[in-house]
């Protein structure tokens, strides 16, 4: 956990005040309702619509969908597909309901917060929907990727198609949040070994790195970098830069979740991902 200007720098206080927040990280986590859909569920962890390649898209495309401008020129089929099975690669399962193309199509096309500017304008014109089918695309989630059943919406003009995922959001489960008002100081980590964890956090460029820590419970491992002010620094740019440092576990990591002491979110292994990003974003709402 970062340490502000001013604070103690004395190691051994740091790390009692590190275990005491880490068992209250670990107790918050098993407690959480995000908990369980995290592991054995569905969480999308990006926009249920994927649209085409950028680099085969037009720009007037681009540009319509940002605007939501669109024009349905096909019949929609009304049944409903039968439940989908999922397979992630460490060998689990799980059964999810579809939605029809109707909805799939009203997520696809659901008006946007703010737009880009009112159309039809220079450059925008509506996307005309000639055709949807049945396709499939692998797809990111809290348990890695996974390849989902998708609608494919057709657009003319339009190289590559339209993709909502077709599972039903109301089997997803949603982003575990940060603690309010708190900072994900590790983005993600990598396992050296069994027992050693290499994890990527985030510090001040006149922060001092004094080390990592975990705290251990039969469930999870909380991390942390110990890092604290510079206090022979008299001018500092407040930037920020990403860094890399291990840790040793008493016990191999196996299948326990890895959270981040500061903001008490689960990171993910090797991934861009980073749920501080999440914290008013629910991709089941997207």
């Known amino acids: 956990m970062g340490m502000t200007c001013g604070a103690d720098a004395r190691r051994p206080v740091a790390d009692e005040a590190f275990t005491t927040l880490a068992r209250e990280v670990a107790d918050r986590w098993q ?3 995000e908990r369980r859909p995290w592991l054995e569920g569905f969480v999308p962890l990006k926009n249920l619509t994927m649209p085409p390649k ?17 024009k ?8 409903t597909p039968a439940p989908a099975e999922l397979h992630w690669a460490d060998g689990s399962t799980l059964n999810v309901p579809l939605v029809t193309a109707k909805a799939a199509y009203a997520g696809l096309t659901r008006p946007r917060s703010f737009v880009d500017e009112e159309c039809p304008a220079k450059g925008c014109r509506p996307l005309r929907v000639t055709a949807v089918s049945r396709g499939t695309a692998a797809f990111p989630t809290s348990r890695g990727d996974v390849r989902v059943p998708t609608w494919d919406f057709t657009v003319h003009g339009v190289p590559g ?10 089997a997803m489960g949603g982003p575990p949040r940060p603690v309010a008002d708190s900072v994900q100081e590790i983005r993600t980590y990598d396992q050296k070994g069994p027992a050693e964890l290499r994890l990527r956090y985030l510090h001040g ?6 080390g990592a820590r975990a705290h251990e419970t039969a469930e999870a491992v909380v991390v942390d970098v110990d890092v604290r002010w510079d206090e022979g620094v ?21 299948r326990r979740v890895v959270l981040d002491s500061s903001s008490g979110v689960p990171l993910l292994p090797d991934s861009a991902v980073e749920l501080s990003d999440f914290r008013g974003y629910d991709p089941r709402q997207s």
């Open 31 to 33: 407690r959480s309702p």
């Open 54 to 70: 950028s680099r085969t898209t037009p720009r007037w495309a681009s540009r319509s969908e940002l605007n939501s401008v669109w």
């Open 72 to 79: 349905l020129e096909t019949d929609l089929p009304d049944e």
């Open 161 to 170: 198609r339209f993709r909502r995922v077709a599972v039903d959001p109301a």
């Open 205 to 210: 460029t006149c922060d001092t790195t004094y």
């Open 234 to 254: 008299t001018f500092c740019n407040l930037m920020g830069k990403t860094d890399h440092i291990s840790v040793t576990l008493r016990e191999p990591l196996g």
